[in-house]
């Protein structure tokens, strides 16, 4: 049992030892995602300063070229990433083709492959709402001592050994599974340590929070809308309450915590919904169903979709699981 004072640190270095067949080497990976946390953190946070510091694309007061955040984001988790001798591939959405990570004996022998959405919400910086960080983490399936292949990233988010993200809101917390349970670290930004504040976050098995884009209603297929009007009819436990952030962790973090329901889903002008599989569903689906939540894509569970192609989208419907069965009768109707 953990108590609240515990560093994130202390918390992997015990996870380590209840992980089946880690060889510490899981444990430097979330170090590594630990470390980027915090220097994208910082970023992030100075972004505010934009009058000062310039806008993406301009020369900063240090006469330097203002780096779009993401972009740096993205070079900071890779770079991070890299120099770890564990990961043998990584992907991310600011990337078109995966990475193949070489160990620096060239032997391929490292065995995580990590999936990244640097960061989700990237848009929302301007006008200081919170952004946040995905990853996801498998090992690689085709053989040590080659270059990984696609078929190392195209796996069914079943098998991911762990996933978490980083939500830069009114504080920054890192939260996290590896199959264990989820639990969350707030980051004391004076001390630069994560603490466990959050420990076995579970989603309440119902709730009165839906979120959804409503402006796209017109274009949503029958069921969606049917269930909308379901979330807002006066009657028993409704209408709920209507609440979008527009960044997908901090929409997801807020319904774990107070119980609610997250819905991206296909549409006229989306055929496939936004959403990524890889480096933003699968993960979030692990996390939510580690939680007692549920994630699916409106009739079938994220995690046992089979991907086709590196940024695939999918329709996804995620939260208190008794909030996204009965959204999921309204798709089966209709
Ligand atoms: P829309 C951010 O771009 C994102 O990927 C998610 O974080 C967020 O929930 C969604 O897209 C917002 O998309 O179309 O409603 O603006």
Same mark, same amino acid.
């Given at each position: 049992m953990f108590h609240k004072n515990t560093t994130l640190g202390e918390f992997i270095i015990e996870n380590q030892s209840s992980f089946p067949y880690s060889s510490g080497e899981l444990s430097k990976l979330i170090n590594a995602?630990?470390?980027?946390?915090?220097?994208?953190?910082?970023?992030?946070?100075?972004?505010?300063?934009?009058?000062?510091?310039?806008?993406?694309?301009?020369?900063?007061?240090?006469? *330097?070229?203002?780096?779009?955040?993401?972009?740096?984001?993205? *070079?900071?988790?890779?770079?991070?990433?890299?120099?770890?001798?564990?990961?043998?591939?990584?992907?991310?959405?600011? *990337?078109?083709?995966?990475?193949?990570?070489?160990?620096?004996?060239?032997?391929?022998?490292?065995?995580?492959?990590?999936?990244?959405?640097?960061?989700?919400?990237?848009?929302?910086?301007?006008?200081?709402?919170?952004?946040?960080?995905?990853?996801?983490?498998?090992?690689?399936?085709?053989?040590?001592?080659?270059?990984?292949?696609? *078929?190392?990233?195209?796996?069914?988010?079943?098998?991911?050994?762990?996933?978490?993200?980083?939500?830069?809101?009114?504080?920054?917390?890192?939260?996290?599974?590896?199959?264990?349970?989820?639990?969350?670290?707030?980051?004391n930004p004076a001390l630069g340590t994560f603490y466990l504040s959050h420990p076995n976050m579970e989603f309440p098995e119902t709730g009165k929070i839906y979120s959804v884009n409503e402006g796209n209603y017109v274009h949503f297929p029958q069921g969606v809308k049917d269930y909308i009007k379901y979330c807002q009819k006066e009657e028993g436990d409704r209408p709920y309450t209507s609440r979008y952030i527009g960044s997908l962790v901090s929409d997801f973090h807020r319904n774990m915590i107070k119980g609610g329901i997250y819905i991206y889903p296909k549409s006229s002008v989306a055929t496939e919904g936004k959403l990524r599989l890889l480096y933003e569903c699968n993960p979030m689906a692990f996390i939510a169903e580690q939680a007692k939540g549920k994630a699916s894509n409106g009739f079938k569970a994220i995690m046992d979709i089979v991907p086709t192609e590196l940024h695939q989208r999918v329709p996804f419907f995620c939260g208190s699981r008794r909030m996204v069965e009965k959204a999921e009768e309204f798709m089966k109707v209709k």
């Open positions: 995602i630990r470390l980027a946390a915090k220097v994208v953190n910082h970023e992030v946070n100075k972004a505010g300063l934009v009058d000062i510091i310039g806008n993406a694309g301009d020369i900063n007061i240090q006469g *330097e070229d203002q780096q779009k955040l993401d972009v740096l984001a993205n *070079e900071k988790f890779i770079q991070t990433l890299k120099n770890r001798e564990i990961v043998c591939g990584i992907a991310s959405e600011e *990337e078109d083709h995966f990475i193949s990570v070489n160990s620096s004996d060239n032997k391929h022998q490292n065995k995580y492959i990590v999936l990244i959405d640097p960061l989700d919400g990237s848009s929302n910086i301007d006008v200081n709402v919170s952004v946040g960080t995905i990853f996801s983490i498998y090992r690689r399936v085709t053989p040590l001592g080659t270059p990984v292949t696609m *078929e190392d990233f195209l796996q069914p988010g079943r098998d991911q050994i762990a996933a978490g993200y980083i939500v830069y809101g009114t504080s920054t917390m890192l939260v996290y599974t590896t199959g264990d349970g989820v639990n969350g670290f707030t980051l």
